[in-house]
């Protein structure tokens, strides 16, 4: 028996309209292209040296191009310390779970890869990481990888204005900015369309880093230069008001209207990128605001939360650990099934289906 006649109903209903849902069908295919080409993952931070955050190297409007970075090259200076920090932490964990995996073998006749992961195989594998670590911190790091995955782990849309604009943003990034050293010390086409990126390890630090909310604001250099400066601002810390404007690039006159009308659009980029509560699963603050101190000769910027005075303390906490805390738990994280890269979270399709 045919579907056909099986189904009578719905025969006369498509014979009463033939075209009914066709729009929401195609709306639907629409959604589904779109998601599988953003791909299964969602960046929400990168982390990057401190220096870099608080002494951007950003280059404006009329400038030389060795004067610094376009909002699109350090865009991809993201992206390639987003893509070094993953390939680090898998070669770390690969190394260290194989290293692990053999000392127990020395004690035993049967070893499981369960048995790594708990009891003296998670003793003997933390351990054989902090001697991995020490080998290889000041080791460059290898990646390979296409145009499009580069614009997507930068956070940019990969159209095609786009995709010719990498290689020369890649030229760019291979000579020294100021005093900081290239990003990139080699590159090599590959057969398949991609480049082999040799990133240098100094913008992958082990120590003194911090988490940028990514992807970051492209709509203007002094967006750009405060969001990378929050991320870097220590809980109750003044600054002068001359030195934050200076570091941003604002001119004297209107400062304090243009430092506002900076934040405001911040504040509201960041709320954007926590939409789904990505920032607050991660312990990072979302909005600012301006706290006038000393006559208004130094400032600082708070926090604004929502979040419980529980929540509240944990992100403290999370801001006074130490370097190596947050670097295992950096790797660690980074190792975890369905995490890719530095603040990946996979999407839950039938979740959201």
């Given amino acids: ?19 009914a849902g066709y729009e929401d069908w195609i709306a639907d295919q629409q959604a589904s292209v779109a998601e599988q080409s953003r791909g ?65 073998k020395s004690r035993r006749k049967r070893v499981f890869d369960r048995d790594v992961h708990r009891g003296q195989g998670w003793a003997a594998k933390k351990q054989a990481a902090a001697t991995y670590d020490r080998k290889h911190e000041t080791d460059d790091i290898a990646v390979h990888v296409k145009r499009w995955q580069l614009l997507r782990a930068a956070g940019l849309v990969d159209s095609r204005r786009n995709l010719h604009a990498v290689d020369d943003a890649l030229r760019q990034l291979a000579e020294p900015v100021g005093h900081f050293p290239a990003v990139i010390k080699s590159s090599s086409a590959t057969k398949d369309g991609g480049w082999t990126l040799l990133i240098d390890a100094k913008w992958v630090p082990r120590r003194r880093f911090v988490r940028v909310p990514w992807p970051a604001p492209t709509k203007g250099i002094t967006q750009l230069a405060l969001h990378l400066f929050l991320a870097a601002v220590r809980p109750n810390e003044d600054a002068r008001f001359e030195t934050v404007c200076r570091r941003l690039g604002i001119a004297k006159n ?24 990505a920032l607050d699963d991660h312990k990072l603050p979302v909005e600012f605001v301006i706290e006038s101190r000393h006559g208004g000769n130094r400032m600082r910027f708070n926090v604004k939360s929502g979040l419980s005075a529980d929540e509240e303390q944990a992100g403290n906490e999370e801001q006074s650990k130490s370097d190596d805390e947050r670097f295992d738990a950096e790797m660690r994280r ?19 289906q």
């Fill in 1 to 19: 028996m045919s579907n056909y006649n099986r189904h009578p109903d719905v025969h006369e209903e498509w014979a009463a309209d033939p075209y």
């Fill in 40 to 104: 299964a993952f969602k960046q929400v931070y990168i982390c990057l040296p401190r220096e870099l955050a608080t002494h951007p190297p950003l280059r404006r409007r009329g400038d030389p191009p060795q004067a610094g970075l376009s909002v699109f090259e350090f865009a991809l200076v993201g992206g390639c310390c987003a893509l070094a920090r993953s390939e680090y932490a898998r070669a770390r964990e690969k190394s260290a779970f194989e290293t692990a995996k053999a000392e127990l």
């Fill in 254 to 277: 209107h400062a304090g209207r243009s430092l506002s009308r900076a934040l405001g659009r911040v504040n509201a980029h960041r709320r954007k990128l926590n939409a789904d509560g």
């Fill in 334 to 352: 980074c190792s975890q099934p369905g995490e890719d890269g530095a603040g990946y979270r996979r999407f839950d399709r039938k979740a959201k």
